[in-house]
């Protein structure tokens, strides 16, 4: 009983559950559902022949897949390079890892327009980068590689910073135990380490990957801008508010949305399942 009491007391530090309820749901109302429901709402002004056509347009369609795939594929080699920056800067110690771990954060800080335009002059034919990649017959800007170089960057600290605090987390008994039971480094990695961090690499995914949907900044200076080849959605989208075709623009937006929660939505079943499964062996 005094244990409940003290839980209690704990519980109730703010102001009860009804105001801060309250709070909450006027605060996501205003901030979240009322913008979302504006965007819907614009729509209906399209007939469903007008929205159709608006939503398939060749224009949109190009649009759809350039940043559909290239959001998944950014988000995805994410995944694989930033477990293993987390890993070294949570693991080792090295001369410069405070400049090495204060770098991770440079793209949440660095404004997107500065990182599209430095994106863009050092992966151009005359830039550091992009002049020793002509020879080899590269080309980063104004292609969709260039995309995909910007989204990348702009979306590795996600998966640092979700991944970074469960390998702090992780008691280094678990991994001497396989270990001392006969597992090689690979088998140790797999079967305990990798289900422990998946949770977080899915969420870490899953941040980056909806951050790469709605990217405008760092990819409009790198891209291009080529209908049909390097335009990306938010692009479109601003294409038809530059023409003041409001109801346009939302049915775009409407899509992006739409499919945007359906990904995340499968994102977090696959998550909670990954943690049910954990919690499921670890009993």
Partial sequence: MAIKRIWAKENRVLPGFRLTLGFTLFYLGLIVLIPLAAVFWKTTELTWPEFWHTITMPTAMASYRLTFGASFCAALVNVFFGLIVAWVLVR???FGKKVVDALVDLPFALPTAVAGITLAALYSQNGWVGQLLAPLGIKVAN???????????????????TVQPIIEDLDPELEEAASSLGANRWQVFWRVILPMLTPALLTGFALAFARALGEYGSVIFIAGNIPMKTQITPVVIMGELDMFDYAKATAIAVVMLVVSFVLLLAINVLQWWSNRYNTHNLA
């Avoid at 260039?146 to 989204?151: K, P, R, S």
């Avoid at 590795?156 to 910073?161: K, S």
């Fill in 92 to 94: 080792y110690d090295f």
């Fill in 143 to 161: 292609t969709q590689l260039g995309i995909f170089v910007a989204l990348t960057f702009i979306g590795l600290p996600f998966i640092v910073r």
